[in-house]
């Protein structure tokens, strides 16, 4: 093997791991807190990107508008957000590690602060029980992009993550909130 294909192949399996790590740098809170909230114009969230990468890919449909030839546009996006998230993984023991719940949180801060999000969730199994991951910034302004993952373990011993709320706290305080539809 020559030099330049040993270095090749160092990186793929360095670019892999990171991927699989990326999600994972989260902290896990032991006890959630309530916060005061103040809600400030100077932080707000843009987008919200949330998948769930089950044991069982979905089954493709055949309509008028679409042919195994030209799949929809939907269609193909989730394929790839699939083969996106299971890049890497070649055991079972790996792909069964990243399957679950996957939340990427965009956001924006119009001045300097440091910023911790927090994802709160609720799981299936747990029913009204809160847990919560964080990540903090220095000093963030401009746009941030922030991915949280509910996976492995975590989803198969408690279940998909049945409703969320993802807060922007600034000096422990809640500065911006986004939430889903069954939070409470």
């Known amino acids: 093997m020559t030099p330049m294909k040993f ?7 360095a670019l892999a791991a990171g991927h699989a790590l990326a999600a994972d740098k989260a902290k896990v809170l032991p006890k959630v807190n309530p916060l005061p909230v103040a809600l400030s114009d100077d932080f707000q969230f843009r ?12 089954k493709t449909r055949r309509s008028n ?3 195994a030839q ?8 989730m394929n790839f957000e699939r083969a996106y998230r299971m890049h890497g993984a070649i055991t079972a023991a790996d792909q069964r590690q990243r399957f679950g719940n996957y939340f990427d949180f965009f956001w924006r801060a119009k001045r300097p602060a440091n910023v911790t999000v927090r994802l709160e969730y609720r799981q299936e199994k747990l029913r009204s029980f809160v847990q919560a991951r964080e990540l903090t910034y220095s000093n963030a302004k401009g746009s941030h992009k922030t991915e949280f993952a509910v996976i492995g373990d975590d989803y198969f011993n408690d279940g998909r993550v049945i409703s969320w709320r993802c807060l922007l706290i600034e000096n422990g305080r809640i500065v911006a909130e986004n939430r889903s539809y069954l939070w409470e």
Request: hydrophobic content about 45%; charged content about 15%.
């Open 47 to 58: 987008k919200t990107k949330l998948f769930l990468l089950s044991e069982t890919p979905p």
């Open 70 to 77: 030209n799949p929809g546009i939907a269609e193909v996006s």
């Open 7 to 13: 270095a090749t192949i160092l990186l793929l399996a």
């Open 65 to 67: 508008f679409s042919s």
